[in-house]
């Protein structure tokens, strides 16, 4: 199975003067995105909490975390966002790609448009 990788921006504020573009792996199956803490701080974009992670080999790692926006092409979300460090993978999680109303086709490896459904709608009855 093939990695899907795309070049996506982030700001502080959906309408920010200054996005940031950079890499990352898309990661259907992660519920946050992971960007350098560093990217994030240059940013102006503040921890509000801390997250705990339980790793593959059982251990567990806290990281901060803190909400940003994004932009690929046209689309604008904000989202959950987590401080990466040094060691951590670059990620779009499924919240992003959520917010930026896209999810990943897990055969094909590409980003298909989010069927939207407004649950709970009752359209006016006729008279």
Known sequence: MGLTVLEVEIASDPKAARWEKMEFLIDS?????????????????K???EQTFRLA????????????FFRLGERKGGSDVIFGEPDDSHLIGALTLESLGLALDPLKRELQ???????GYRPPEKA
Request: proline letters at 10%; glycine letters at 10%; aromatic letters at 8%.
């Open 29 to 45: 199956g992660a519920v946050y995105s992971v960007v350098p803490a560093t990217l994030l701080e240059k940013l102006s974009i």
């Open 47 to 49: 921890p509000y909490d």
């Open 57 to 68: 080999n059982g251990g567990k790692i806290v990281r901060k975390r803190g909400f940003a």
């Open 113 to 119: 448009p989010l069927p939207m459904i407004l649950a």
